[in-house]
Structure formats: C-alpha cells, structure tokens
C-alpha cells in the first residue's frame, strides 16, 4: 500500500517551544492510500464548502480560534486530483471524530464508505448544530460505517477492523477528546503508523518529560470532553511511543513539524 502525506487545511501560525524548527503554519494531517479496495482517505480536513463559503459552514469562533487559510488547492479533493487521481476513486474515508476540521471534506467524497466510532456519530447527530459538529459536513447523507469500540489487542490498545478495508488499516479507540475519538493504524510494510487525530497536539506531549505547547493545549483542553480519559490516553500514547519506536511511528493531526519529518 502507498501512502501519501496531505495536509488538507493550513491554520494558525506556531512556534516551537525550543530553538531548532522554525515556525509554521498548524495543519490538518491527512493520508491518501492507495490498497485493493481503492483509495483510502484517513481524515479530510476542510472541503471545498468550508474554504469557497466558510460563514455557510464553520462555526465564526472556531474560524477565530483556528485562523484556517482556506485556500482551495489544499482541500484534499484538489490535491487528489493533482496526483493524478480520479476522487470518485475514494472508496473510504476514516475519521477520527467529527470535529469540522477532521470532516469537513465529506460532502466531497459522496461517493465513500465513512468509517467512525458509533459513539462519535451519536454525539455528533445529538449534539449538531454546535461550535464543534456541524451538520453541513453531513447534509449528503455518507454512508456511515458505525462501529463500537471492541477488537483484538494491538500493543495494548484496542484494534477494530473496519468494513471492507485491509487488515493493515484499523481504528484504533482514544477516549477523551471526543465521545467517540479513534486513532487511525495504517501499516506500511515495514511498520505501522498511527494517526492519533487530537489524542495529543504536539510532538513533544510524548517526550519521557512531556512539554505542552502554549497555544496548543488552550486548544485541547478547551475542547476535550473527559479530562481523565484524555490524560490517560496521552500516557498510554506516551508509553507505546517509548516501548514500541521500532515498531510504530505516532503522529498528531495539527502538529506542523511532525507532518514535515513524515511528508518528505
Ligand atoms: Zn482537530
């Protein structure tokens, strides 16, 4: 399987903590794979509604918060169709949750099976509209690929096989951040990578003395929904990242330094 590296929405401007990286713009980290059962889009980012008519369909203060660029040529169906793919070939989008900058792209692969954690639709259809779930990224009706959070163990975690997809593609459950928050495992041949969505937002959350990031963390403990799972997950991140190097490369969703080690 290839994978493909896409940030699919560049937001507010970051500094690093520690002299070394310059600073860059926060990202929605996004994978394109290419498997048997087509293309596979891990997360969407920001669709073509939300950057041509942002006020249709973002919430103004997360516009605010997150200061999107809202340029066309990121959205994912753009820089799909630059690596010479057709978008109806989406077969599969996976979210890690419904948070608009993790969906936003949806209605521009109708075509796709949308796999997500069944605890996260609920929340979502319940919930929406609010500052976080906003029902435009759903209007189209995708069809849902709901799952509960039960599997085999995958270096202590839980792993559910979704629908339809190889068994080197998994969710993998992250409570905390959301009702119903999963990271996404894919495996390259040689090792797994492990999209932790919002499970943590900055590489150095994982350090042996983990640090947070100053505008980063408003952001995730603003929006988390239970403290102690979220904290706990990020330990347990935190343990596999040491325990497991070898065998698993983690990353975050909004961290622009990560994306730039993985996407070159
Ligand atoms: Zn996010």
């Not at 290839?2 to 990202?27: E, F």
């Not at 509604?49 to 103004?60: E, Q, S």
């Not at 900058?101 to 259809?125: I, S």
């Not at 640090?211 to 979220?230: C, F, M, S, Y």
């Amino acid at each position: 399987m290839k994978i493909h590296h896409l940030n699919c929405g560049s937001m507010r401007r970051l500094d690093p903590t520690y002299q070394g990286p310059p600073s860059a713009p926060a990202v929605n980290h996004c994978l394109l794979v290419e498997t048997d059962s087509g293309l596979v889009l891990v997360e969407t980012g920001l669709g073509l509604d939300d950057v041509r008519h942002p006020a249709d369909t973002l919430d103004p203060s997360w516009v605010e918060m997150a200061a999107p660029v809202l340029r066309e040529d990121e959205t994912a169906i753009r820089q799909i169709e630059r690596k010479g793919f057709d978008p109806n070939d989406v077969r599969h989008v996976i979210v890690t949750h419904l948070d608009v900058d993790h969906c936003g792209g949806l209605p521009d692969f109708p075509q796709a099976a949308v796999h997500v954690l069944a605890a996260e639709l609920r929340a979502a259809v319940a919930e929406a509209p609010s500052r976080r779930y906003r029902p435009a990224h759903w209007a189209h009706g995708p069809q849902w690929r709901a799952y509960e959070s039960t599997g085999d163990d995958w270096f202590g975690f839980t792993a559910v096989q979704p629908a339809g997809l190889p068994e080197e593609i998994k969710l993998i459950p992250m409570s905390g951040h959301t009702a119903g928050h999963t990271g996404v495992a894919v495996h390259d041949g040689t090792r797994w990578l492990l999209h932790c969505g919002d499970a943590y937002y900055y590489h150095r959350e994982l350090d042996e003395s983990p640090e947070v990031h100053p505008i980063l963390d408003i952001v995730q403990t603003g929006a988390e929904v239970d403290h102690g799972k979220r904290v706990d997950t990020q330990s347990r991140l935190r343990m596999l990242a040491r325990d497991h190097a070898q065998d698993v490369t983690l990353f975050s969703a909004h961290d622009p330094w990560e994306f730039g080690r993985l996407a070159t």
